[in-house]
């Protein structure tokens, strides 16, 4: 049973580009939420959404960054024209639902801006 | 409003027992503990939910005192394996995301 699985693990970007960061959820969990963490820092959270449903992004920057969860395929971060503050590690938590289960999280997505 | 967590950072040796505390300025519906280590992604430990319930898992325990919007976690003779940052996360409402706190470097010597 696979767990919560992104890609890349290590990305590099130099300013201006756009980096794409991929979730797939655990079998059986329909809710993906991205939390980003700087070093020696806690999780912030992102967005959290639903299969084609964006539930709650109050912690994404308004420019830049969107967030999607198509019916078919995993989540996707985009973040455009990324500047050196965009530089981070980037969670992928899923769970089962609206109730409150334990949140499994991807080994993370560690962003690097040059 | 994130919760914060005291103390900042422990330093323990084998054998000896440690309370992380956990404190939110909202009502809460739950609290959740992870444990994340160095370049790894965070370990769900347990959820309490209002309640005051106490739990357990193996020589990790914790509390919530809902009326105090606390929780404590408490690790018993600690472990080398115990090394790591403990983080709380906090749930206003029932299926709402979870909100974390700063988090708590433990570091177990031998």
Not at chain 2, 59 to 87: D, M, V
Request: hydrophobic share 30%.
């Amino acid at each position: 049973n696979a767990g919560v699985m992104q890609n890349p693990r290590h990305l590099v970007r130099r300013r201006g580009q756009e980096a794409r960061l991929r979730c797939s959820p655990m079998k059986g969990h329909s809710h993906v939420y991205w939390y980003r963490q700087l070093p020696e820092e806690g999780l912030k959270f992102m967005v959290y959404l639903q299969k084609e449903n964006i539930i709650d992004e109050s912690g994404m920057p308004k420019e830049r960054f969107s967030a999607e969860f198509p019916k078919e395929g995993p989540s996707i971060l985009r973040i455009q024209q990324v500047v050196r503050g965009d530089s981070a590690a980037y969670f992928c938590a899923s769970s089962r639902g609206r109730q409150t289960y334990g949140y499994t999280f991807g080994s993370g997505t560690r962003l690097t801006v040059v | 409003q994130q919760p914060v967590q005291s103390p900042q950072a422990v330093i323990l040796r084998e054998g000896e027992d440690a309370v992380i505390n956990c404190s939110s300025s909202k009502a809460l519906y739950s609290v959740h503990w992870y444990r994340q280590k160095h370049g790894e992604a965070p370990v769900f430990l347990m959820i309490l939910l209002k309640g005051g319930e106490q739990k357990g898992h193996e020589k990790i325990s914790a509390s919530f005192n809902e009326k105090k919007q606390q929780s404590s976690l408490y690790l018993t003779a600690s472990q080398l394996s115990y090394s790591g940052t403990y983080f709380c996360g906090t749930e206003i409402d029932a299926g709402n995301m979870l909100t974390f706190g700063g988090g708590t470097r433990l570091m177990v010597k031998p």
